[in-house]
Nanobody, 120 residues
């Protein structure tokens, strides 16, 4: 089975920075689009950033200029550099990926989430 394992979540003060990572492993032929989706307590999961296999990126307006998504194709890993963190950024951040496996099949996967807490 394909797995997405996230790491890097922590408790930080407002204005601080964190770098999240999500590594894909398993029987993978190709990792296509990858993205980050935070979910705050009592709220729906939201989109903050994604990156295609070609490197094109997209961000939610709330994080533009503060967050940067990137990927290392050799390591099958996506990163989210989060700067100038705000208390409203507090959430469990889930990694999502569209992956083609062997034998060829297209599937969407989610990681287990990593907690980001930003104190006032």
């Amino acid at each position: 089975q394909v797995q997405l394992v996230e790491s890097g979540g922590d408790l930080v003060q407002a204005g601080g920075s964190l770098r999240l990572s999500c590594a894909a492993s398993g029987n993978i032929f190709r990792v296509n689009a990858m993205g980050w989706y935070p979910q705050a307590p009592g709220k729906q999961r939201e989109f903050v950033a994604c990156i295609t296999s070609c490197g094109s990126t997209n961000y939610a307006d709330s994080v533009k200029g503060r967050f940067t998504i990137s990927r290392d194709n050799a390591k099958k890993t996506v990163y989210l550099q989060m700067n100038s963190l705000k208390p409203d950024d507090t959430a469990v951040y889930y990694c999502n990926a569209i992956i083609i496996t062997n034998p060829p099949v297209w599937s969407e996967y989610w990681g287990q989430g990593t907690q980001v807490t930003v104190s006032s």
